[in-house]
């Protein structure tokens, strides 16, 4: 059971990383040479809310978070302790970063009047962008935390 939670975890994380990833090295420098880059990404804010997504995201969370009480039971077995690295890299990396910075700002976003949408936009293409590469490197290093688990434990 250890084994297949970790497995899809490290699936998950290693897929959300992907995501992450291409918006830092393609989506936002694409957007940002675009004259309507803010409401494309107005738009992507909406489309990726969808059940495909959050299954993945926020399900990828919850096998971290049945993960890391796995590790605590588990602390002196081999991969257990890459086991709470890469949950709490998850959890905390992106979920969480997720919540406290890139959510804000895309609900910053949504409200900008027209007065104030280039200032929020560059704003936003800055440190949206930052929040999104720690969300990159917390996911893939979450994923790696999980591989090495798996490796260990065999």
Not at 64 to 90: F, T
Request: a neutral charge.
């Amino acid at each position: 059971m250890i084994f297949a939670l970790t497995l899809i975890a490290a699936l998950g994380t290693g897929l959300i990383s992907g995501v992450f990833f291409i918006f830092s090295v393609a989506i936002m420098r694409a957007l940002e040479r675009i004259p309507n880059g803010a409401a494309a990404m107005q738009s992507i804010n909406v489309v990726i809310i969808n059940p495909m997504f959050l299954g993945v995201f926020l399900g990828t969370g919850i096998f971290c978070g049945a993960l890391a009480v796995v590790s605590v039971m588990s602390w002196e077995q081999p991969g257990g302790k890459w086991l709470m690295a890469g949950a709490l890299l998850y959890l905390i990396g992106s979920i969480g970063v997720t919540m406290v910075f890139n959510v804000p700002m895309n609900d910053a976003l949504v409200s900008a009047t027209l007065e104030n949408l280039d200032r929020v936009w560059k704003d936003y293409l800055t440190n949206w962008t930052f929040w999104n590469h720690v969300r990159t490197v917390a996911s893939l290093a979450a994923s790696a935390s999980f591989i090495a688990a798996l490796v260990y434990a065999r």
